[in-house]
């Protein structure tokens, strides 16, 4: 019987292949699925049925066409294909694809929303950075700066220098 | 010093192969203490034999139901766990790195440990590969997957197969759900790619799988379970000898 499924195990063996614990694929809701909780992962999460409850992932949250989700979706980055019905934060960003209704508040710092798809609900931008992003960007201002003024000087001696000289009498 | 555990040999077959092992031991220089499993003595018994003699790597020689049999023995202990297959599934060539019995034996000369997960079904049945549960007929199931106290959800779906794997990952389908053969034909013929969007992979530290009729839990052929059954991750148990990467390196070049 084991023998019918050998397309089966050799999916099994690639989630074997990966890290122990921690890292992986991540998980899947198949279609024919009812989850009830707090679905969370560190890794992806495929959503192809039904779930009540939050949605939570440190990456990527896939909400297919077939699938329907009844709670808030917290992730990296959030792609809606199906129905939505609760909040998204999605810190990188969200697109909600053409089949894809959301009913409830989002929140990101890069949004798309496809022409045909259904929004209905509040929407913020996260303007927020995290402090390293903070440092490096004024790192990156200073040295800006310090460019354009040394730039500045520069071209204030070139102007200088290439000033007509005009003998007075 | 290596300590080898023989399976009983099912057939002519096999006990030659078991020849040719020691001879390729001896070969390579890593001969030891060869024994084999009979009625009048256990894998466990010999397994106990082994870490009394102070032997610091047990070797098991067979097919994935001795190799699962002398792993479970060596769980939590300080004694590490070599692998011969003769016979076995891809998982453990997969496991150790070897896709033959001569490349097996290299890789136990080098000796580069690693600590790996192992599955348990409660009370006392670990896996070093899988545990399955088949049916020809579709059966209703209810999934509770466990990562922290205040952390589980609950999935309730059909299935006719669910497959548990060592690192706690369930796979679940149901052969009866998704596109039907016409559509199926039709992609192929069309050259059209048809997403598994049935099939459904779950993981958790304790994962509780309730079914609506009783079914067995096969793990190498063998029922040792009926549900509903916890299975629970059992972090880094076990040390067993794996390929080093410097082989793996040189056969890449060539």
């Known amino acids: ?169 | 010093m290596y300590y080898y555990i023989n399976e009983q040999p099912k057939n002519r077959a096999v006990a030659k192969t078991q020849e040719y092992i020691r001879d390729l031991l001896g070969l390579t220089g890593i001969s030891g203490e060869v024994v084999t499993v009979s009625p009048a003595r256990t894998t466990e018994e010999l397994v106990e034999m082994g870490l009394s003699k102070k032997h610091n790597t047990i070797v098991a020689i067979g097919s994935d139901r001795h190799i699962n049999k002398v792993a479970t023995f060596l769980i939590n202990r300080k004694c590490v766990l070599g692998i011969i297959p003769i016979n076995s599934s891809p998982l453990i060539h997969q496991l150790i790195g070897a896709s033959e019995i001569k490349e097996a034996v290299d890789i136990l000369k080098f000796r580069k440990l690693k600590e790996i997960n192992m599955g348990l079904i409660e009370p006392n049945k670990y896996f070093l590969t899988q545990a399955e549960i088949q049916s020809n007929k579709s059966f209703e199931t209810t999934v509770t997957v466990i990562e922290a106290d205040f952390d589980s959800y609950q999935v309730n779906t059909t299935a006719t197969e669910m497959i548990i794997s060592k690192n706690n990952y369930l796979f679940i389908n149901d052969k009866y759900k998704g596109p039907n053969v016409l559509k199926k034909s039709w992609a192929w013929l069309t050259g059209k790619h048809l997403p598994d969007i049935e099939s459904s992979v779950l993981r958790g530290k304790k994962i509780k799988i309730e079914t609506s009729v009783q079914m067995p839990v096969i793990m190498d052929g063998e029922i040792v379970a009926k549900t509903p059954i916890v299975t629970t991750l059992q972090l880094k148990v076990l040390k067993i000898i794996t390929k080093p990467v410097r082989i793996e390196e040189e056969k890449k070049k060539g």
């Open chain 1, 1 to 169: 019987m084991s023998n019918n499924f050998g397309h089966r195990k050799a999916l099994m063996a690639m989630f074997e292949n990966e890290k122990q614990t921690v890292s992986g694929p991540g998980t899947v809701v198949g279609g024919n699925v009812k989850l009830t909780g707090t679905l969370k992962d560190v890794n992806d999460i495929t959503v192809h049925g039904n779930v009540d409850g939050e949605v939570i992932s440190e990456k990527n949250v896939s909400v297919t066409e077939t699938a329907s989700i009844k709670g808030p979706i917290t992730a990296e980055i959030v792609l809606v294909s199906g129905k939505v019905n609760g909040s998204i934060t999605a810190t990188k960003k969200l697109e909600i694809n053409p089949t894809g209704r959301v009913y409830g508040s989002i929140a990101t710092s890069d949004l798309i929303i496809q022409s045909g798809a259904i929004f209905v609900g509040k929407s913020t931008t996260l303007k927020e950075m995290e402090p390293e992003e903070k440092k490096a960007f004024k790192a990156e201002e200073k040295k800006e700066s310090v460019e354009s003024e040394n730039k500045s000087v520069k071209s204030a001696s070139d102007a200088k220098k290439n000033e007509p000289k005009y003998e007075v009498e």
